[in-house]
């Protein structure tokens, strides 16, 4: 059964690049039935979808409005993972960071964003 | 503001069948199907029905799904104290090209 394994440090000061990784078994990365999503959830934002890396004979990636511009989800192949970089983060980017193909999801990563 | 409306809370008794109501537009809803998903205290959350009424392997059949229109439902029959956890629906929106959500519904089993 497919697992997602998600890994990233949990505090990032202001202004600086927040980075997960979501280390997938059970599937491939290059599946061409599935797409690998990362979603956030905060008290005040609520489930938060941020956008998705999928293979369909070649690479696509969609982003969420909301973080277009800072947002970068980048599949690695060779890892068989997928991964999350949002830039010039604030403190309202402190939220519990998911990874998940929207049937199977990761335990969930709490970032702070704070000096 | 969540994209789909769902009432904040719900409850219900032991062996009660509660419903949660979920409403959308033309633009998600209305052109793409439905998952529903269970999440408890400080866990990620499950998928409970996906593709509007399907249960994933595991689900009890007392979990249902439907959807009519821009609106769908989840349904839980005779329900357990261990229902009690949030829940909510997603489903694709092509106007957004995004992954909407609910804002979740907190069931309370008393």
């Known amino acids: 059964q497919v697992q997602l394994q998600q890994s990233g440090p949990g505090l990032v000061k202001p202004s600086q690049t927040l980075s997960l990784t979501c280390s997938i078994s059970?599937?491939?990365?290059?599946?061409?039935?599935?797409?690998w999503n990362w979603i956030r959830q905060s008290p005040s934002r609520g489930l938060e979808w941020l956008g998705r890396?999928?293979?369909?004979?070649?690479?696509?990636?969609e982003y969420a409005v909301s973080v277009k511009g800072r947002v970068k989800i980048n599949p690695d192949t060779s890892k068989n993972q997928f991964s999350l970089q949002l830039n010039s983060v604030t403190p309202e980017d402190t939220a519990v960071y998911y990874c998940?193909?929207?049937?199977?999801w990761g335990k969930g990563t709490t970032v702070t964003v704070s000096s | 503001q969540s994209v789909l409306t769902q009432p904040p809370s719900a409850s219900g008794t032991p062996g009660q069948r509660v419903t949660i109501s979920c409403s959308g537009s033309?633009?998600?809803?209305?052109?793409?199907?439905v998952n529903w998903y269970q999440q408890f205290p400080g866990t990620a959350p499950k998928l409970l029905i996906h593709?509007?009424?399907q249960r994933p392997s595991g689900v009890p059949d007392r979990f249902s799904g439907s959807k009519s229109g821009t609106s769908a439902s989840l349904a839980i029959s005779g329900l357990h104290s261990e229902d009690e956890a949030d829940y909510y629906c997603?489903?694709?929106?092509?106007?957004?090209?995004?992954?909407?959500f609910g804002g979740g519904t907190k069931l309370t089993v008393l």
């Open positions: 033309s633009s998600n809803i209305g052109r793409n199907t």
């Open positions: 997603a489903a694709w929106d092509d106007s957004l090209i995004a992954w909407v």
């Open positions: 059970g599937d491939s990365v290059s599946s061409k039935s599935a797409a």
């Open positions: 593709s509007n009424n």
């Open positions: 998940t193909s929207m049937d199977v």
């Open positions: 890396t999928y293979y369909r004979s070649k690479w696509f990636n």
